[in-house]
């Protein structure tokens, strides 16, 4: 059934209308993540270039409409109200240059293509080179922050400025831009160690649920811990509400077993938390990104 564009779907495609590219009205997000979760957003627009990219979110933030960046969605769960303003899919930025060994690629750029080009380490990590820097995504052997050279950034006053690593403010599963919502429009990267991806993407099928749908890991592992472990002891392998399961295989994951709702989710979050606080005095913090949280 088509969905009948509301006040705030009409508000946006007005404020967009001279821009390239698509723009979806009341678009149905759950799709767009790999947890296949959530509402509808008022609108969401893929915007071709860049320019068009940096066009919207000036526009978006002069009208006073939420907002909200979206690259593979591996990371995110969205309500089941949706978002009530303009998501702005990094799909269709995939410029990819490479010169004197240094790769500049769009913020749409699948990460698969960069592991294979050069970061061996993020093997298996879905998602977009934007998202990957913004959540300075890696494993136990790296993070991709070490090998950005520099970011090109949408400031709030509506500048782009290229930022260097040291300003990136690159920590576990963090950085400025994550802080700060700055949208990452390009990244400059040297390459890491080239091997073999094979054993690494074997690794994770043996030890992840990658035949459900999921955001990877829920919550962040506490210093000189892991959060797997912790849920694992606390007995909370297969717990379950509605159709969101924490994994057998792997303990911080969340499935989806098919219709779950955000709401069952976050119930299963809370009672994680709950039970793991109560057996180790340990509180775990999310590393899954709640849309409007
Ligand atoms: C099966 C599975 C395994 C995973 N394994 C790992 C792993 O080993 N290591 C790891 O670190 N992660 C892992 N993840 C999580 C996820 O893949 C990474 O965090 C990934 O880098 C997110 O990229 P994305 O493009 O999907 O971001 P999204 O999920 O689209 O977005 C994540 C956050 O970044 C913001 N964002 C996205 N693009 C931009 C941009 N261009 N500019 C500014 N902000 C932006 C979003 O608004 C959101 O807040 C896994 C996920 C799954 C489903």
């Given amino acids: 059934m088509e969905a009948r564009a509301g006040d705030g779907a009409r508000a946006l495609l007005r404020v967009l209308r001279d821009l390239p590219g698509e723009v979806c009205p009341e678009e149905p997000l759950a799709p767009h993540t790999t947890f296949r979760i959530g509402g509808r957003a008022a609108a969401l627009y893929r915007p071709p270039t860049a320019d068009a990219l940096v066009e919207a979110v000036v526009r978006a933030r002069s009208h006073g409409f939420p907002w909200l960046l979206l690259g593979g969605g591996s990371k995110v769960l969205v309500p089941d109200r949706g978002f009530p303003g303009l998501v702005l899919s990094t799909a269709e930025l995939r410029s990819w ?20 080009w050069g970061g061996w380490k993020l093997a298996g990590i879905p998602g977009t080179v934007g998202g990957a820097v913004t959540m300075n995504a890696g494993t136990r052997y790296g993070s991709i922050g070490e090998q950005v050279l520099w970011v090109r950034a949408l400031l709030p006053d509506g500048r782009v400025r290229t930022f260097a690593p040291v300003e990136c403010g690159f920590a576990y599963r963090d950085s400025l831009f994550r802080r700060l919502r700055l949208p990452v429009l390009s990244v400059a990267l040297r390459p890491d160690r080239r091997g073999d991806l094979a054993p690494l993407l074997a690794e994770r099928a043996r030890t992840q649920p990658l035949d459900l749908p999921s955001a990877g890991c829920v919550f962040r592992n506490p210093p000189g811990q892991s959060a797997g472990w912790l849920i694992d002891q606390a007995g909370l392998k297969g717990a379950r509400i509605g159709d969101a399961v924490v994994s057998e295989r792997h303990a911080n994951f969340i499935c989806n077993l098919g219709h779950a709702r955000a709401r069952d989710v976050l119930e299963l979050v809370d009672l994680v938390q709950d039970r793991v606080v109560s057996r180790f005095g340990v509180r775990l913090r999310l590393e899954l990104e709640v849309v409007g949280a």
Avoid at 97 to 116: C, H, I, M, Y
């Fill in 97 to 116: 240059r490479e010169e004197d060994g240094v790769l500049v690629a769009g913020a749409g750029v699948p990460l698969s293509r960069v592991a294979r």
